[in-house]
């Protein structure tokens, strides 16, 4: 039991230690965006984030049927 705990510590060190190297050695000590719509491949595949994908189609123009319905509550 006691091996188990040792070596799970010595691996969590041992990540510390490389995301450690790894935010000194970026700029600013910064990240870059790990999202979709930030990815200049993606955009050039024309991958789009769910948030994208989902806003086109609810766009109005993609329904075979007109959402607003008129006064008596009947689709125009």
Known sequence: MMKILLITTLIIAISMAFLLVKVLSTKNGRFSSQHIHDSKA?????????????????????????????RNGIPE
């Open 42 to 70: 993606m955009r050039q595949r024309g991958i789009h984030c769910v948030m994208d994908q989902d806003r086109q189609m609810r766009h109005p123009s993609r329904f075979a049927v007109k959402e607003r319905n008129n």
